[in-house]
């Protein structure tokens, strides 16, 4: 969507600051030997207790094999997005996990996601993660009226090739704030001056996905979970923005 009205930027402002608060009290909950499933849980009912709904919950964009079954995706080491919160997902020691986590709130849709360790990780995961979170900022940063979608995945570009990390190919980021998914596409691994034309107002969902591989990825057997190939390990960011004339505005804080 296009936010334009006082309306608009106080119905979103509000929606980002209830999902960031979930996200925050998730990661800080979640502790070595907890299920994917009890955070999941958990997330359902935070979201709830809001007057929120959770956005992902029976989700089913064209192509899916099924609906999401769940609030919160959790998406562990070589597992990039979409991985579904089951009793069998057990966190463990040094494990990369990443939460996605999505709300819509008096219908204004908002999405984030958030990459951390259980316990301090490894060096190299510890460095993976920075080097997200700094691809995550680049690529805002370059989300500017008149600028491009594909200067978003070339800021993301120069992020991965400063740390040698790969892209998480054929994925991106979206608009977003009226729906899970709205166009256009952020292609990560745009090209400076392609794709689509930003424009002030515009909601976005930036999320820069890289990865200790090649990059290419795999659909799993639940027809959901997007894995690397190379069963690399890979990490995630995402915020939702608001494009304006100076820097983006940021709903929801990591
Ligand atoms: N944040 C996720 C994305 O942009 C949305 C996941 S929807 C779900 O792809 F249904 F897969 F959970
Ligand atoms: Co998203």
Not at 42 to 47: F, R, V
Not at 144 to 161: E, K, M, S
């Amino acid at each position: 969507m296009i936010a334009t009205t006082d309306e608009d930027f106080k119905q979103l402002r509000a929606a980002g600051t209830m999902l960031s608060g979930v996200l925050k009290d998730l990661v800080a909950a979640t502790k070595e030997g907890m299920t994917a499933a009890e955070l999941d849980l958990m997330a359902e009912h935070a979201i709830k207790k809001y007057g929120a709904v959770p956005s992902f919950l029976n989700y089913q964009p064209d192509g899916a094999a099924y609906a999401y079954p769940a609030t919160l995706c959790v998406s562990i080491n070589d597992e990039i997005v979409h991985g579904i919160p089951t009793p069998q997902k057990i966190f463990r020691q040094g494990d990369v996990v990443k939460f996605d986590i999505g709300l819509s709130y008096n219908g204004y849709f908002v999405d984030m996601a958030r990459t951390f360790t259980i316990g301090e990780g490894d060096e190299r995961a510890r460095k993976l993660l920075s080097a997200t979170r700094e691809a995550l900022d680049a690529a805002i940063a370059a989300a500017r009226p008149g600028a491009h979608t594909g200067d978003i995945g070339a800021a993301i570009a120069r992020v991965a090739a400063k740390h040698r990390l790969g892209i998480v190919k054929d994925l991106g980021g979206h608009a977003v704030g009226k729906a899970v998914h709205e166009k256009p596409y952020i292609d990560n691994e745009g090209a400076e001056g392609e794709g689509d034309k930003i424009e002030e107002g515009m909601v976005l969902a930036i999320e820069p996905m890289l990865c200790e591989g090649k990059g290419d990825i795999t659909v799993a057997k639940d027809e959901w979970t997007i894995k690397m190939r190379d069963r690399s390990r890979a990490a995630q960011f995402e915020q939702t923005v608001i494009v304006t004339k100076g820097a983006p505005e940021v709903l929801t804080a990591l």
